[in-house]
Nanobody, 113 residues
Framework: QVQLVESGGGLVQAGGSLRLACAASIRIVGINDMGWYRQAPGKQRVLVSSITKSGITNYADSVKGRFTISRDYAKNTVYLQMNSLKPEDTAQYYC???????WGQGTQVTVSS
């Protein structure tokens, strides 16, 4: 069974940084797009960033210039580096193989003002 496990969330002050990691139980070389989504309380889950198998990255307007998605094939892991965090970035963050129903359990990011 394919699994994704997120880690790296936590409580941080506004302006701070966190790096989220998403470890896959399979090799991610050549896999479809992988993405990070987030869901704030009472809101829908939305795409934050994605990376294609050819390395093309995509970001939501709200995080452009602050977040960076990357991957490490040797570790079968996708990362989300989050800088200049804002209180509105507070949410549960999930990774997924885009277009599938395979999701991690999520990791909570809380940004205090």
């Amino acid at each position: 069974q394919v699994q994704l496990v997120e880690s790296g969330g936590g409580l941080v002050q506004a302006g701070g940084s966190l790096r989220l990691a998403c470890a896959a139980s399979i090799r991610i070389v050549g896999i479809n797009d992988m993405g990070w989504y987030r869901q704030a309380p009472g809101k829908q889950r939305v795409l934050v960033s994605s990376i294609t198998k050819s390395g093309i990255t995509n970001y939501a307007d709200s995080v452009k210039g602050r977040f960076t998605i990357s991957r490490d094939y040797a570790k079968n892991t996708v990362y989300l580096q989050m800088n200049s965090l804002k209180p509105e970035d507070t949410a549960q963050y999930y990774c997924t193989f885009v277009g599938t129903n395979i999701w991690g359990q999520g990791t909570q990011v809380t940004v205090s003002s």
